[in-house]
């Protein structure tokens, strides 16, 4: 099992920033891929970004690309996303997740946190 717990959510004026965290515990961080969802009122949970299990690769979702950021820290088992120049379409609740298998880009993914809310004001 894998526990993961995300932070750093919050209210944000457009264009403005934020970094999200999820801090992963009970095996090994380092043997997954970890991505980023979203899911905003009403719609679809979403792909946002994942990254590869050594920081190595990263993958990002077209509607994100050049705007935010996933990178990794295994020696805190935690992994990040930088988001900038955020626009209120970018408002959803945020979960990371825990994933195995190949594609390391497109991975299983068998854990999930709890999310975190980020609202981007008009």
């Known amino acids: 099992q894998v526990q993961l717990v995300e932070s750093g959510g919050g209210l944000v004026q457009a264009g403005g920033s934020l970094r999200l965290s999820c801090a992963a515990s009970?095996?090994?961080?380092?043997?997954?891929?970890m991505g980023w969802f979203r899911q905003a009122p009403g719609k679809e949970r979403e792909f946002v970004a994942v990254?590869?299990?050594?920081?190595?690769?990263?993958y990002y979702a077209d509607s994100v690309k050049g705007r935010f950021t996933i990178s990794r820290d295994n020696a805190k088992n935690t992994v990040y996303l930088q988001m900038n120049s955020l626009k209120p379409e970018d408002t959803a609740v945020y979960y990371c997740?825990?994933?195995?298998?190949?594609?390391?880009?497109?991975?299983?993914?068998?854990?999930w946190g709890q999310g975190t809310q980020v609202t981007v004001s008009s």
């Open positions: 997740a825990a994933g195995s298998g190949s594609p390391w880009y497109s991975p299983k993914f068998d854990y």
């Open positions: 009970g095996r090994t961080f380092s043997n997954y891929a």
């Open positions: 990254i590869s299990w050594s920081g190595g690769g990263t």
